[in-house]
């Protein structure tokens, strides 16, 4: 059985001065993977005593769209970036994949600051985040930092936050209408999934010519990862010449190159060349509509 | 030519159901209640060694920490007596309870259960029916693991083949599924109340089932154990041992603290402990003519009956019966066996042995019309049963109409099979495929010569003419209460307001034995239609002496009562009221015994069921051939039910219906790893959610049955056993390829085989 | 364990508790509050029985700790009913036959309330998406969604 002490954070100060003063500190957002952690007393969820909940601290819960970026609070629910007319407007590819996971009620609760920190290799935000170049903010009573997701990334269920810190913001660069983007997600059924495999692409297409593509798998390997061999393969490539079926395989062997043969791999190794073929096919499509 | 009967009235527990008054066993709270809570098994086989108690029993808060030596008999089970209460030296499965506690909070009694300790000793354990055939028994005091061996003798299958141009064997596997009810199970046991040594309330789907297990256990008389039961939140046959059990271990620290103990498992532990639907192992061989007629079948089916025998005599019998599908075969030798094994336990589960056999008997269907050139509508047209057709075990059905022509023809037309089976047949390309599948059955109503087959019902008329009803049958969720309401009022000539259907107590209700087999409609319909005529015959005789008639001139309708000629003579209250200070009696026992049949077990025929219901369901899916999904679009579901009580709680049964064969088709499976169960929530046991339904066309068909209440039969168990099947050829001729096991999930689909992660070390 | 004290607001009647750092708002609800219409059917937020609807949102009970919503307005399905008139939700479920075994019912009505709060005139697939984390296993859905589409239509009408 998990005990614990519970302690609500009325303001940020107030969390980080708690995160600070001990070392034994969970946080709790909207709890939708938190609790059931304890509930079955995952390891993931052990070796705390103090549960710090922020799900009050209302300054973590905006979207602001600035010069160069939009700064989203790391309480955001995934409902919230679903309604946002901002994220609809510059990273559809954020919206869909919200649009995702689980159901009304955890997308009600579930933040995507939780989502990141839980750092699932399945969870749904992190494939488009990363291939949005994200960078998030951690905050302590030490100052702050900003690291790329990427970076900040560790392993499956790790990150590289230090225990007196609080992620506070997602920063994602603004990108130009040249890039285009496509979530797909597998699952074993219609709704409330865990993404057996989910995919983020996003591409720039400058007169039918690619640049600065991105190739992110999630649930492929143990997090996800920009595949790097699949984006130098179409990088500077005209759309006209790029066969998806061809890309597609590329994507599957660069993941045995990573996980090595898995008892998934048969299923895998087929179906993430069938979702990366699809992205890219509904991509070039709609750059065709756009010229 | 009805006014209650036939229509879709509300349902009677509507209102409370809606507005969350509707109390079910967790809901439940009395003064005093202690919370019981059950330590179980940490390996699926292992001897017990040693169990301490003592740090548990002295934790404040705990009343009482017990185990199976407390237990006055630890063995019970409706056929055979196997199943152990609490595990007593040895552990059979995973889901066996060790020890379990009564203590004041939740909380309390969980930090009980972790201060037991015990020590155990692993045995290696027999996890596949088929070794288990040839391995030493589990149970100590059994020759074998052979649970049983039922067989089914038609002609000479030698002969058969000899005859056939073209000759098929297969084999076809099944899974593991949970019922997935929404409510786990709960109960809650009070000492000595109303007259009762015990009185046990909660989500019991048989009350004279559990009554006796408790009884059994407890060494005490049937009259002294109370249950009731409360409004439940789903079965499907899932809440009879597993519940009997909770039962016992609920009255028997009830007894030991003399205080209200609750029980209430949480998911993990209804999946980990609960009894499954039966894995089949299965193999056909199936002779036909070159122009598609069924020359010979021999089948042989192996049934996971996992560490207790519960159901697992009864569940191949329908198999046995039912395994050649609904065709004329002129010959046919079917066996089918049941063994232990350390898996989870298999029992009754809507359905019971048929979704199994349909989804081999069909696939096969589907196969044999490929190899002989045939479309799945035609050879089925070649060989169903028909009026005075003569079935597998020898029936000749001569009492009813075998109507599946009728539902093949009505399904097809529905969901336009022909001209989309063509279309389909075609060359496809593209990332995603289309295919349409069909499957048809039939199924024996009520228990069959599985057991004695009666029901009783009591109806009361009351002073001021309203009535109240009670049987010895219970709600399941499937309407029950309503149609059996509908039954009373249809006779008396009263509307539903008027009546007021009482919840099942064993010690009141006419022990009607259980609430399973499709059988309410049909078995307990004919007791209520019996106790209301019953009552109608006192009071239409008093009141036809009153007015110098005899009571055949008498019309019960609208609250009144009539002449033949539409006189109004009186209002039924007023008739009641009459007639109650006249002491006429007007409360009646009804009593319905069904029409005799009979099984040669030796020789592996005979009569076994005395009605059938016939079904065709179709299916028409999307395959994508990258990914391995599946999207079912829409579903025909075709069923003569005799007649429909309540058409549109009928059309939810089949509603409701197809979307479990869609479960069992294509999502779901209990994950079992030597034994232990790697999917215990309902986060990785995956039922079909609102988005995963297809567009369903449901389908009434009625032919009155000479024997069921106005021609009533059997729906809830007909709907989702064809489901799985039709998917599984739907799916074939989308990629072409033929899937034998289920579920038809993504690794299956795409690679044609099954991926499995395996449990990990512990 | 130190108790949290806790001011939430159900169905309209303000309530000052002292709970523990685990007590779930199911808990609170079921246990303390005696408002047994929310239902426990996983515990992990994958069935929705418990759903009850927090500041306008549908959410799982079960996956909220009390503690967390000090001053928080909480609607389960006993405050559906106002002055013994019936939700037309719940007027339509009756009508459809949407209920079975009524476990599912509760969470059902909530997050179909919470969708028509949102967006009164939602299609069928809204519906379905609205009510795709509470799982039924008895009815197929269909009657639900028939009853929670006459239900928008019956508001519809009522509003103009």
């Known amino acids: 059985m998990i005990d614990y002490e519970f302690i609500k954070a009325r303001s940020l100060k107030e969390a980080l001065d708690f995160l600070g003063n001990y070392e034994d500190v969970k946080a709790i957002a909207g709890g939708t993977d938190l609790i059931v952690d304890i509930r079955k007393e995952n390891v993931r969820a052990k070796g705390f005593k103090r549960l710090l909940d922020i799900s009050g601290l209302k300054e973590l819960e905006f979207i602001e769209k600035e010069r160069d970026r939009v700064v989203l609070g790391a309480l955001l629910t995934h409902t919230s970036l679903i309604e946002s007319p901002i994220i609809e407007q510059h990273f559809p590819l954020l919206a869909s994949a919200a649009k995702t996971i689980g159901s009304p009620q955890i997308r009600n609760r579930g933040t995507i600051g939780g989502n990141i920190n839980n750092a699932s290799p399945a969870a749904d935000l992190l494939p488009p985040l990363i291939a949005l170049k994200a960078q998030v903010k951690l905050c302590s009573v030490r100052g702050e930092r900003t690291m790329s997701l990427e970076e900040f990334l560790a392993g499956p269920y790790k990150t590289n936050r230090q225990s007196d810190e609080l992620m506070t913001e997602v920063h994602i660069p603004l990108v130009n209408e040249d890039y285009l983007g496509n979530f797909q997600k597998i699952g074993r059924r219609k709704a409330m999934n865990i993404a057996r495999l989910n995919l983020a692409i996003l591409l720039g297409i400058n007169d039918g010519t690619i640049f600065d593509p991105r190739v992110v798998p999630g649930a492929a390997t143990a997090y996800p990862i920009r595949f790097g061999k699949v984006e130098e393969a179409i990088s500077g490539k005209d759309i006209k010449d790029i066969d998806p079926v061809e890309i597609g395989e590329l994507a599957s062997e660069e993941m045995i190159s990573f996980t090595g043969v898995r008892w998934s791999t048969p299923y895998k190794r087929v179906a993430l060349a069938s979702l990366v073929k699809r992205a890219l096919e509904s991509i070039f499509q709609e750059a065709k509509v756009d010229e | ?762 | 364990m130190s108790k949290i004290e806790v001011n939430i607001t159900v169905n309209g009647a303000k309530h000052r508790l002292e709970v523990g750092p685990k007590e779930r708002l199911i808990d609170t609800l079921r246990e303390r509050l005696h408002l047994t219409g929310t239902k426990e059917g996983c515990g992990v937020g994958e069935c929705g029985a418990c759903t009850v609807i927090l500041d306008g949102e549908a959410v799982h009970s079960c996956l909220i700790l009390t503690a967390q919503v000090d001053g928080s307005e909480v609607l389960t399905v006993e405050g559906l009913e106002v002055d013994g008139r019936l939700h037309p939700l719940q007027e339509a479920f009756i009508q459809h036959h949407a209920i079975q075994c009524g476990f599912c019912t509760p969470g059902m009505l909530m997050s179909a309330k919470a969708l028509l709060d949102k967006n009164p005139n939602p299609t069928r697939e809204e519906i379905k998406t609205a009510i795709e984390g509470n799982l039924c296993r008895c009815t197929g859905y269909e009657q639900i969604i028939e009853a929670i589409e006459s239900a928008a239509n019956e508001l519809q009408a009522a509003s103009h």
């Open chain 2, 1 to 762: 030519m009805f006014s209650t009967v036939n229509k879709p009235v509300e349902r009677i527990d509507a209102y409370e159901k809606v507005t969350g008054r509707a109390k079910y066993g967790a809901d439940l709270q009395f003064a005093g209640m202690l919370y019981g809570k059950v330590l179980r098994a940490r390996y699926p086989s292992a001897k017990i060694k040693k169990i301490n108690v003592e740090r548990a029993r002295s934790l404040p808060g705990v009343w009482a920490v017990m185990t199976a030596e407390d237990v006055p008999c630890n063995e019970i089970g409706v056929i055979i007596q196997d199943q152990q209460i609490l595990a007593k030296e040895r552990v059979y499965y995973i889901g066996d309870g060790i020890a379990m506690v009564a203590a004041e909070s939740l909380e309390t009694a969980a930090r009980a259960l972790e201060a037991i300790e015990v020590e155990y000793e692993e045995i290696p354990g027999v996890f596949c029916p088929i070794e288990a055939k040839n391995e030493s028994p589990i149970h100590p005091d059994r020759r074998d693991n052979e649970i049983i061996h039922h067989k089914l003798r038609k002609g000479d299958v030698n002969k058969g083949f000899a005859d056939s141009d073209v000759i098929l064997n297969r084999e076809y596997d099944t899974q593991f599924v949970e019922h997935g009810y929404l409510e786990p199970e709960a109960v809650v046991a009070v000492p000595h109340e109303n007259g009762s040594l015990v009185t046990v309330y909660g989500s019991v789907q048989n009350i004279f089932a559990t009554r006796d297990a408790v009884a059994r256990c407890l060494k005490a008389g049937l009259s002294e154990i109370r249950i009731v039961q409360n409004h439940i939140g789903g079965s499907f046959g899932g809440k009879d041992e597993v519940v009997s059990s909770m039962a016992c271990r609920a009255a028997i620290l009830a007894l030991k603290t003399n205080r209200p103990v609750k029980m209430v498992n949480t998911r993990e532990e209804s999946i980990v402990e609960s009894y499954k639907r039966h894995p089949y192992k299965m193999k056909y061989k199936v002779g036909a003519t070159k122009d598609g007629r069924l020359s010979a079948m021999e089948i042989e089916v192996v049934a996971d009956g996992g560490a207790y025998a519960c159901q697992t005599p009864f569940v191949p019998w329908r198999s046995v019966v039912q395994a050649t599908g609904p065709y004329e075969v002129p010959h046919v030798k079917t066996d089918t066996y049941g063994y232990y094994t350390n898996n989870v336990y298999t029992g009754a589960m809507r359905g019971y042995g048929s979704p199994q056999v349909i989804f081999a008997n069909e696939s096969l269907m589907d196969e044999l019309a490929q190899e002989l050139g045939l479309s799945p509508l035609e050879i089925r047209m070649k060989n169903i049963l028909r009026n005075g057709s003569v079935t597998a075990s020898g029936q000749k059905l001569d009492r009813h109409e075998v109507s599946l022509a009728e539902v093949i023809e009505k399904a097809a037309k529905a969901i336009d099979f022909e001209e989309k089976y063509k279309r389909y047949s075609k060359p496809q390309s593209g990332d995603t495929r289309r295919g349409i599948g069909m499957a048809i059955s039939y199924r024996g109503c009520s228990l069959g010569a599985e057991a004695v087959d009666a029901a009783g019902a009591v109806l009361s008329i009351q002073k001021d003419g309203s009535v109240y009803l009670y049987s010895g049958l219970a709600e399941n969720g499937q309407g029950l209460k309503t149609v059996f309401c509908q039954i009373a009022a249809e006779e008396l000539g009263v509307g539903m307001k008027h009546v007021t259907f009482l919840e099942a107590n064993t010690l009141i209700s006419p022990d009607s034995g259980s609430t399973v087999a499709s059988r309410s409609t049909l078995v307990g319909g004919n007791a209520v239609l019996n106790a209301a005529r019953r009552a109608k015959d006192a009071l239409s005789k008093f009141v036809a002496d009153q007015f110098g008639l005899s009571s055949s001139d008498l019309v019960f309708e609208d609250d009144y009562l009539f002449t033949l000629d539409g006189k109004k003579l009186i209002s039924f209250a007023e008739a009641a009221n009459k007639a109650f200070w006249a002491g006429v009696q007007l409360s009646h026992v009804g009593w319905y015994v069904a029409p005799s049949i009979h099984w040669d077990e030796e020789a592996g025929k005979g009569n076994p069921y005395f009605t059938y219901v016939y079904a065709c369901q179709m299916a028409e899916v999307e395959v994508d051939m990258g990914t391995g999904e599946v999207t079912v679009l829409n579903m025909a579901a075709a069923h003569d039910v005799g007649r429909a009580i309540n058409p549109e709680m009928l059309k939810g049964q089949i509603y409701g219906g197809v979307m479990m064969g869609l479960g069992y088709g294509i999502l779901e499976e209990v994950e079992i790893d030597e034994g232990y169960i790697l999917n215990l929530n309902f986060d990785n046991y995956l039922m079909p959610t609102s988005k995963d339904m297809p567009t369903i066309i449901p389908i009434i068909v009625e032919n009155p049955d000479p024997d069921g209440p106005y021609g009533a039969k059997s729906i809830g168990e007909p709907t989702l056993e064809l489901g799985a099947a039709a998917i599984a050829n739907a799916i074939a001729q989308a990629t072409g390829k033929r899937i034998r096991s289920l579920p038809l999930n993504l690794e299956r689909v795409l690679l044609g085989y099954p991926l499995k992660k395996g449990r990990g070390k512990k």
